[in-house]
């Protein structure tokens, strides 16, 4: 079965300095993997994805993201981060055959003035 | 459109009344998918449609939920008699093609509570 683990609730970041937010996935086969953005009362917005090819991929708004097969990890950074990034992320992984989303447990991100 | 819509934003039930919720995927957009964000954040798949037809509905439950996406209208999920357990924000997402690669789009939720 496929899931995905967030393990920090909460990462705190002074504007400036870059930042991670952790994924970590469990897929069988290919992994197709994902990162939305919730700000406050608002939907989920899409960042960027992972299907195949390079292992960095860039996404919306500076972001991108590291694919490391070996610790089957996905990790969101951002080399310099804004007071406007602070919002609650998600990654997420689709499930086969029907490609609905698993979620990870979402991590907020708190970035400092 | 370009952009997922929903409605209402929020809706208040009292406990055993009827709640029905909308929503209007991206034109061109073949399926819809509908999720349930509860408490701590956490999100619940209830039903997905590959046009109006139910393409996997093990989400559901089915004794006080229901959906339906008919053509030339909104996708609709109602709950027959709420529940308290029923209050939480409703996403609806769409995506243009089956596949795992496909990303969803989301709508902005509605926001039910269960009085």
């Known amino acids: 079965a496929q899931s995905v683990a967030q393990p920090e609730d909460q990462v705190n970041v002074a504007e400036g300095n870059p930042l991670t937010v952790k994924c970590t996935y469990s897929?069988?086969?290919?992994?197709?993997l994902f990162w939305y953005v919730q700000y406050p009362n608002r939907g989920l917005q899409f960042l960027l994805k992972?299907?195949?090819?390079?292992?960095l991929v860039k996404g919306s708004y500076g972001f991108e993201a590291e694919f490391n097969k070996s610790q089957t990890s996905f990790h969101l950074k951002k080399p310099s981060a804004l007071v406007s990034d602070s919002a609650l992320y998600f990654c997420?992984?689709?499930?086969?055959?029907?490609?609905?989303?698993?979620f990870g447990t979402g991590t907020r991100l708190k970035v400092l003035a | 459109g370009e952009e997922v819509a929903q409605t209402p934003k929020h809706l208040v039930r009292g406990e055993g009344q009827k709640a029905k919720l909308y929503c209007a995927p991206i034109?061109?957009?073949?399926?819809v998918f509908w999720y349930q964000q509860v408490l701590k954040n956490e999100f619940k798949f209830l039903i997905s449609?590959?046009?109006?037809?139910?393409?996997?509905e093990t989400g559901m439950p089915k004794e006080r939920f229901s959906a339906k996406c008919l053509p030339n209208s909104p996708c609709s999920l109602e709950i027959q008699a709420t529940k308290l357990e029923d209050s939480a924000v409703y996403f609806c997402?769409?995506?243009?093609?089956?596949?795992?690669?496909?990303?969803?789009?989301f709508g902005p939720g509605t926001r039910l509570t269960v009085l």
């Open positions: 997402a769409s995506s243009r093609d089956r596949g795992p690669g496909d990303e969803q789009f």
């Open positions: 897929v069988s086969g290919n992994p197709y």
């Open positions: 992972y299907i195949t090819g390079d292992n």
């Open positions: 997420a992984v689709p499930t086969s055959g029907t490609y609905k989303y698993i």
């Open positions: 034109k061109g957009h073949s399926y």
């Open positions: 449609f590959q046009n109006e037809n139910v393409f996997d």
